[in-house]
């Protein structure tokens, strides 16, 4: 088992800044698009978000204009969201190998407020111009992950990763609802990544995300597919696995929104933030923490995010 590997996967949905879509870019700490160690990791995660709005011009704006022809639509909305979200992970490293590859599979149920992602989807669904404000305070499930496909080579100082994932709509949705907890549609992401080691304790990353979303459950929309650039490095602290490191994404709209409902301009995010993590059993019980600031924002939600975690390692017995 190797000592620099504990995975810090933060808050997917809810964590840090949602726009439209599932996926947010730097979901993971660089080590992680590669499959784990054998056994089980079960982390536990608390996200905090500060969120405001930025329209299609990049500015911080309390205006929000829906340009679809069917739904000319003015609105005022509640500029600033809050978001609180939990997670409880379940991690599987796979003994042996895949097409010479090792590998592993991941669950991620979430139980969140209405994230900034949310808050969007509803205002971007109101049929008339006005003043809104998103103030619910419910907690509820989210939309779940699934990886089933996660599989890492390696080769002296470099490892190379592929990864399928997809979104399921577990949340509760219903069109133009101010207590969804999901979005009411299934979003699929396909992931290639690279690592390189150049000295033992340092690690350097880059990954690629696909995502490609289904139409939304009751209403004529079909979110555009983003693609995501990933990239960051950390640095393993002692010979006990304490770790720390830095992170950024950049993740565009790359293809139109489809249908009636909704109708935004295309969207556009980046990211940069740190982490760190401290074993308080060794291999065993470790504590985490991140923090990430959102700016080049276009058309969503940006801001601060905080999240702290506690993570469990139970090695493949032998």
């Keep these: 088992m190797k000592k620099s590997l504990l995975l810090l996967l933060i808050v997917l949905f809810g964590g840090i800044a949602q726009g439209q879509g599932h996926y947010t870019g730097s979901s993971f700490n660089p080590g992680d698009y590669f499959a784990p160690h054998s056994g ?8 905090y978000a500060n969120m405001n709005y930025y329209n299609a011009a990049g500015n911080r704006s309390d205006q929000l204009i829906n340009p679809a022809p069917e739904n000319p639509t003015d609105l005022k909305i509640k500029q600033n969201v809050k978001t609180n979200s939990f997670i409880l992970m ?41 003043n809104y404000v998103f103030t619910n305070k419910s907690l509820g499930f989210g939309d779940m992950y699934l990886q089933p496909v996660w599989l890492s080579w390696t080769k002296g100082k470099y490892s190379y990763a592929l990864n399928y994932g997809v979104w399921a709509p577990t949340g509760r949705y219903k069109p133009h609802d101010l207590d969804n907890g999901g979005h009411g ?46 990239m960051g490095g950390s640095y393993i602290l002692d010979g006990r696995g304490d770790e720390i490191g830095l992170f950024g994404h950049y993740t565009s709209q790359i293809s139109d929104d489809k249908g009636t409902n909704g109708g935004f301009v295309s969207d556009r995010i980046a990211g940069i933030g740190g982490f760190g993590s401290y074993w308080i059993k060794p291999m065993k019980v470790g504590l985490m923490g991140r923090i990430t600031q959102n700016f080049n924002v276009k058309n969503r939600f940006g801001g601060t995010a905080v999240q702290v975690g506690v993570n469990y390692l139970i090695p493949a017995a032998h």
């Design 40 to 47: 089980w990791i079960i982390p536990v995660w608390y996200g």
């Design 90 to 130: 379940a991690i599987y490293g796979g003994k042996g190998k895949i097409l010479g590859a090792n590998w592993g599979m991941m669950v991620i149920p979430t139980l969140n407020s209405p994230t900034a992602n949310i808050a969007l989807d509803y205002y971007s669904s109101q049929t008339g111009s006005g």
């Design 185 to 230: 549609y299934w979003s699929h992401n396909v992931r290639v990544a690279g690592r390189m080691k150049p000295i033992p304790r340092v690690s350097l990353s880059l990954a690629t995300t696909l995502e490609m979303n289904q139409w939304q459950k009751d209403t004529d929309f079909k979110e555009g597919s983003h693609l995501t650039v990933d």
